[in-house]
């Protein structure tokens, strides 16, 4: 009867195993192939962002067709979303109805999307409007990429410009930071001590940071207290601060860099492919297309 029972789990167990391997999405691939451009216009720095972040249009649309400039290029529609999880968003309606006039031929999401099983997980309230994207990409079998380069890569470029510590940092709480704005985790030290190993296996930043306690540490150390006047700094704790309207002090100058790292490797990207003579569709921040609309203009239009 135990054996019964005990094969039985296991058949379970794998008929499970089978259905996730099969049907569970899993995140957009990185892009492989070559990837090296410079530009004649570099994307804008997020200094000059904010002298138009309060007044740009929300969703912001570029929609190029590179072939009137050489006919054997492509299209790109790029939908800058203001980011959501409402699935009842107008964006979500209008994303559908732009992708399936466009009938996109490759498309590019913002961010690693991980884990989720459809039908029981919704991709909208799991992954915002990425999730969507990425939906619609499985649904029509259109070639799906993330826009980000390799992690380490991207660290690597930002280390140019900043300390070890403080790069780990950023990276540690930079999904915290993004992700607050929908809700605060019940555990967050629990949510962040899941990133720290994971952020911190670059060579320049093993033994940064080990713990919560270490973040703590830095936090008080530089975002408590006076600052060079003997004001005193009126920074929250990291576990009230969202990103959503930017990050203190050096926090903000590293967020900047690693925009504008993105930023550059999203716009050759997106040349690549259209290049090639794809109708790439590619969906992020509002804030993306706002700083690389100048660079794409110049290589496309």
């Given amino acids: 009867m135990i054996k019964k029972v005990l094969l039985g789990i296991f058949l379970l167990v794998l008929a499970a195993v089978i259905f996730l391997f099969y049907f569970a999405w899993r995140s957009p691939a990185f892009y492989e192939g070559k990837i090296d451009c410079k530009f004649a216009m570099p994307p804008m720095t997020m200094a000059e962002y904010d002298s138009v972040l309060q007044t740009h249009p929300r969703p912001f649309i570029i929609d190029i067709d ?68 990425y939906k619609l990409s499985r649904r029509d079998g259109v070639e799906a990429f993330t826009w980000e380069q390799p992690l380490d890569n991207e660290i690597t470029a930002v280390l140019k410009k900043f300390k070890p510590e403080q790069v780990a940092m950023f990276y540690i709480l930079r999904p915290y930071f993004s992700n607050i704005r929908f809700g605060k985790p019940a555990n967050p030290d629990e949510y962040v001590k899941a990133f720290i190993e994971k952020r911190t296996q670059h060579p320049e930043l093993q033994n940064t940071i080990k713990t919560v306690g270490d973040i703590d540490a830095i936090w008080n150390r ?57 109708r790439v569709f590619v969906v992020g921040g509002s804030s993306h297309p706002v700083c690389i609309e100048r660079t794409l203009n110049s290589e496309l239009r």
């Fill in 66 to 133: 590179a072939s009137k400039k050489d006919p054997k290029w492509g299209k790109v529609l790029f939908y800058g979303a203001s980011h959501t999880r409402n699935k009842n968003d107008p964006q979500i309606t209008d994303i559908e109805t732009r992708w399936d006039s466009f009938d996109p031929t490759a498309c590019l999401v913002e961010g690693r999307l991980g884990f989720l099983v459809p039908g029981l997980m919704d991709p909208v309230e799991e992954y915002g409007e990425m999730g969507f994207v």
């Fill in 222 to 278: 530089e975002f408590r207290g006076n600052d060079k006047t003997g004001k005193p700094i009126p920074i929250k704790d990291w576990r009230e601060t969202s990103d959503e309207y930017g990050l203190p002090l050096w926090l903000g100058d590293v967020s900047a860099e690693s925009n504008f790292v993105r930023n550059e490797y999203l716009a050759c990207l997106i040349i690549l492919l259209v290049k090639q003579g794809k």
